[in-house]
Every structure is written in C-alpha cells, then in structure tokens.
C-alpha cells in the first residue's frame, strides 16, 4: 500500500485476481507499452475496474530518459479521488512503479532520502541511479495543486 486508496505491484497474475478483487479496485494505472493481457482485461472487466495506460518502455541502458510527461499524467490520474482504489504497476513493480510512487512522494513533501529509501526497498539490487536522478529532477510545481489537503 502506498497510501489511502493507492497500491503498488509487479504485474498481477492470475492468482493474485482474488486478492485484487478484495482491494474494491476502481482503476489500474499500467506503466508499460506492451498490450493488456487478454485474462487481465476480462478480470477488469467483471470487475468494473477502468486501465490507465501510459506507455513507459523499460530500459536496461543508462541515461535514457523516463518520459516526463508520461509521469505527469499517470499522477494526474493517481491522485484524482475518482480513480480510487487504484493499483499502479509495471512488469516487476520496481522501477516505472518506483519512479512514479517517488514522484507522488515528493509532492507529498517528503524528503528525497526517504523517497530513495523507499524506492530502494522495492528495487534492492536492480536500483538504478539514472532512476533516482529523474526522481530528484522531478519539477512537482506544476501539480501541486492536485495534493489532496490531508497530506
């Protein structure tokens, strides 16, 4: 759980759609280009749960850019009340998920070493500077106006 209403995972598997299910998603926020799994989307549908999709290839070199924009609009979508509950995730739930949620936590005012820590904690191993510098870069003036006033 990364805050009210808003969760993180790698990408859900069949058997995790009756834990979903429980969570009374209204929306999933999917990072990744690839094409929704067709059993993915049926369960969406039964469920009357609405995919967000912002196309964030995946990279293994350094230095190529996580798409400003792309962030921008997933957390436009995140912090609307609307789209809550809300699921965000990528392939492993590391480093798309891990830029985003540290996005979202800089506009929550939090510290950037806590915003690394936690990044850090879901990446371990696989963390990646260039990640962290896009996070640290990361203008959030533009969308402050869209924190719910709770924080």
């Known amino acids: 759980m990364v805050d ?21 998603l209204r929306s999933i926020v999917y990072l990744c280009p690839e094409p929704y799994p067709e059993t993915n989307t049926e369960f969406l549908e039964k469920n009357g749960i609405k995919l967000h999709q912002f196309g964030i290839e995946g990279r293994k070199e350094p230095f190529v850019n996580i798409p400003d924009d792309k962030i921008r609009e997933a957390l436009k979508v995140v912090l609307d009340p609307r789209n809550q509950p809300l699921l965000i995730h990528c392939k492993r739930g590391k480093h798309r998920t891990g830029c985003l949620v540290g996005c979202l936590r800089k506009l929550q005012k939090w510290c950037l070493s806590s915003v690394f820590d936690e990044y850090l904690r879901f990446a371990a191993a696989k963390a990646r500077i260039t990640d962290q510098r896009f996070m640290e870069l990361f203008d959030v003036s533009s969308l402050n106006h869209l924190t719910p006033s709770h924080h």
């Open 4 to 24: 009210d209403g808003i969760f993180r995972s790698g990408f859900p598997e069949t058997a995790n759609f009756r834990f979903l299910r429980s969570l009374n």
